[in-house]
């Protein structure tokens, strides 16, 4: 069992950042992959990345390519999700997930955080 708590969510200008925070806990957490995956209304659910144990984060659509960056403090267990030059259309809510294998569909990812909500004004 693995249990994910999201932080840093909320109004941004267009233009502007933010860093979302995911804290996994549980066991054998080295293992999981943990990703991003966002669903805003009336849209269908968007993965957005994952970073395993080690290396880089993986797997980013062209939707959010080259603005999006997923980190992972090992110390800490904390994922983060980097967000520059947001539009908009990055209005959505933002969840955390945790799988055993990479995947790109939330089908891959078992676990899932209460999400937080991130707002873009234009």
């Known amino acids: 069992q693995v249990q994910l708590v999201e932080s840093g969510g909320g109004l941004v200008q267009a233009g502007g950042s933010l860093r979302l925070s995911c804290v996994p806990s549980g066991r054998a957490l080295s293992t999981y992959f943990i990703g991003w995956i966002r669903q805003a209304p009336g849209k269908e659910r968007e993965f957005l990345g994952t970073?395993?144990?080690?290396?880089?984060?993986?797997g980013y659509p062209d939707s959010v390519l080259g603005r999006f960056t997923l980190s992972r403090d090992k110390g800490t267990n904390t994922v983060y999700l980097q967000m520059n030059s947001l539009k908009p259309e990055d209005t959505a809510v933002y969840y955390c997930v945790a799988g055993l294998i990479f995947g790109k569909t939330s089908d891959e990812y078992e676990f899932w955080g209460q999400g937080t909500q991130v707002t873009v004004s234009s």
């Open positions: 970073i395993g144990w080690s290396g880089p984060g993986i």
